[in-house]
């Protein structure tokens, strides 16, 4: 289909997972009179007989049959787009150099920003149509005196996912529906029940990655990164035992440590020595200082501030903390918590808000 002079703005490409927030996303937009085209992505998979995980979380067989069966009884087109050399080499790749140099990936927001987004703004562009749709819980306001969007939390807080949309761009962001994002989640099951689709109900949701299982992940960093066996110390330098290799830990971690007498939880690392620190004491991970590198602000209002009162959460799960953000330099920034926060993990996100607007984010890189 050959592009348009001036884009559709009726039509909508839906990203659809097979999921109850994307086959509703769908749907109501139906109903709300836009004639919607669905999408669902094929990520790639670690193809390992180590790897529990049989299929790509995102895109399980399954999915795509609920995701084609919501689209024909809708008399909706329905596309498989293959993205999975596009994932192996931005997503995969990022995933290992991360654990590699001892920091925690996010796959998920590299992954919004760099693959799903941009590969819907691109077939719906092919089709001459100007937005796109997921069933992220978040709000898009669209703001006519600066011509900017707005990022904002959900209205159900719970289950907001503005955490891992927070490194779009402007540009990404014209382009999105977030239809749910005024919805609660009970809301969401009732909309699908009164459709007529009951079978989400008994749907769990995968805590793995979605590439790889999480307990066949040590085998994975075997493989890719290999072993560099080191000592176990405490915070006063004192030999407790050995691990295998740094970038096998995330701060926090209690899993794996494997000494007596424990819980001990993973403090830091110091790679000089190639030792990795561990506490029983969990207030010794507290931070108040987050070193952010680089960083990424949605909105230019933001951009130009000295500091900006924030509320930031360092993981999806995290409860906000107020604290100053304030910009060092063009790829740096730093946080200052008025309350600490336990196992903050350089290579993770810290989200930040005004009032209910998404900032932006920034790679935590130290902290203190």
Avoid at 193 to 201: E, L, V
Wanted: glycine residues 6%; charged residues 20%.
């Amino acid at each position: 289909m050959k592009n348009k002079n001036r884009e559709n703005r009726t039509k909508v490409v839906v990203g659809m997972s097979g999921g109850v927030d994307s086959s509703m996303t769908l749907i109501l937009l139906k109903q709300m009179g836009f004639e919607p085209i669905g999408v669902s992505l094929k990520y790639c998979i670690w193809e390992n007989k180590k790897n529990l995980l049989k299929e790509n979380i995102c895109c399980t067989l399954q999915s795509f049959e609920i995701a084609k069966a919501i689209c024909q009884s809708l008399n909706v087109p329905y596309y498989i787009v293959d993205v999975s050399q596009q994932f192996k080499k931005k997503i995969i790749t990022y995933f290992i150099n991360e654990y590699k140099h001892n920091f925690t990936p996010n796959p998920c927001v590299i992954c919004n920003q760099k693959i799903k987004i941009d590969t819907l703004i691109n077939f719906a562009r092919s089709y001459g149509i100007y937005y796109v749709a997921t069933g992220h819980y978040g709000i898009i306001k669209r703001n006519r005196a600066n011509k900017e969007v707005y990022l904002c939390r959900a209205k159900d807080t719970t289950k907001d996912q503005t955490y891992f949309l927070s490194k779009l761009s402007q540009t990404q962001l014209r382009h999105l529906i977030l239809p749910l994002g005024n919805m609660l989640k009970k809301d969401v099951y009732e909309f699908a029940r009164q459709n007529n689709w009951t079978n989400f109900a008994n749907t769990k949701q995968s805590q793995d990655f979605c590439f790889v299982a999480n307990k066949s992940l040590p085998d994975f960093l075997s493989i890719f990164i290999g072993q560099t066996p080191g000592n176990i110390v405490d915070k006063y330098g004192n030999i407790l035992g050995r691990h295998r290799g740094l970038h096998f830990f995330t701060i926090g971690q209690r899993k794996g440590i494997n000494l007596g007498q424990g819980p001990y939880y993973v403090k830091g690392f110091d790679i000089k020595h190639n030792n990795l620190i561990v506490s029983k004491n969990i207030q010794d991970l507290q931070s108040t200082s987050i070193m952010l590198q680089p960083y990424h602000l949605i909105n230019t209002q933001f951009a130009s501030k000295k500091y900006i009162k924030i509320k930031v959460k360092v993981r999806y799960q995290d409860k906000l903390t107020d604290g100053i953000f304030k910009p060092l330099s063009k790829s740096r920034a730093i946080i200052k918590l008025t309350q600490p926060k336990i196992a903050v993990s350089p290579g993770q996100f810290a989200v930040f808000y005004k009032n209910n607007i998404c900032v932006g984010c920034g790679r935590i890189y130290q902290v203190e």
